[in-house]
T-cell receptor
């Protein structure tokens, strides 16, 4: 079974600075998807960024980028120019490609990010 | 992105009663819906996966007679917590994925259930 590990339960960053959230995973599959989700105090799950394993290029979405190291099974999220609104729980997630139906997400334990003004 | 609406956002019920939570996909056909439970400061725990027109597949340790899931249409799935007890108090979240959405699922806003 696939597993996702987020080893840092909490981190803090100064506003406008850069922070990197780490995530490792374990799978025997060669094709899969990886995600970072944000859960603010409202508890709405928000997709931050996703990466297809077959793509070597790291995904980027504005201030958010990933460092995807397939051989090391590492998938870190970099937040640049941190803003107060980035404060939230961040979950790393893994998903197999669909096989007939949609496949479930496997989540890490999450990491609480605090942004200091 | 696609919109998933979950209702109610908060519900308080008496111990022993049942409560139903709805999850609707508003602008796409959800062939698969997932139900999660989340305890405070913890990750999402998958309870069950439901495919439209089929019986739900429950994760190990989840009582299917306690948490009834119905996915009768391509836009609606319901989770009914039967004979609720205080230990069932939690945050419940649904997510939905369509046949053509082979990369991501979309989440509802969640439901805070309190059993008194």
């Amino acid at each position: 079974a696939q597993t996702v590990t987020q080893s840092q339960p909490e981190m803090s960053v100064q506003e406008a600075e850069t922070v990197t959230l780490s995530c490792t995973y374990d799978t025997s599959e060669s094709d899969y998807y990886l995600f970072w989700y944000k859960q603010p105090p409202s508890r709405q799950m928000i997709l931050v960024i996703r990466q297809e394993a077959y793509k070597q290029q790291n995904a980027t979405e504005n201030r958010f980028s990933v460092n995807f190291q397939k051989a090391a099974k590492s998938f870190s999220l970099k937040i640049s120019d941190s803003q107060l609104g980035d404060a939230a729980m961040y979950f790393c997630a893994y998903r197999n490609p669909p096989q007939g139906g949609s496949e479930k997400l496997v989540f890490g334990k999450g990491m609480k990010l605090t942004v200091n003004p | 992105g696609a919109v998933v609406s979950q209702h109610p956002s908060r519900v308080i019920c008496k111990s022993g009663t049942s409560v139903k939570i709805e999850c609707r996909s508003l602008d796409f056909q959800a062939t698969t819906m997932f139900w999660y439970r989340q305890f405070p400061k913890q990750s999402l725990m998958l309870m069950a996966t439901s495919n439209e027109g089929s019986k739900a597949t429950y994760e190990q340790g989840v009582e299917k007679d306690k948490f009834l899931i119905n996915h009768a249409s391509l836009t609606l799935s319901t989770l009914t917590v039967t004979s609720a007890h205080p230990e069932d108090s939690s945050f419940y979240i649904c997510s939905a994925a369509g046949r053509l959405m082979n990369t991501e699922a979309f989440f509802g806003q969640g439901t805070r259930l309190t059993v008194v």
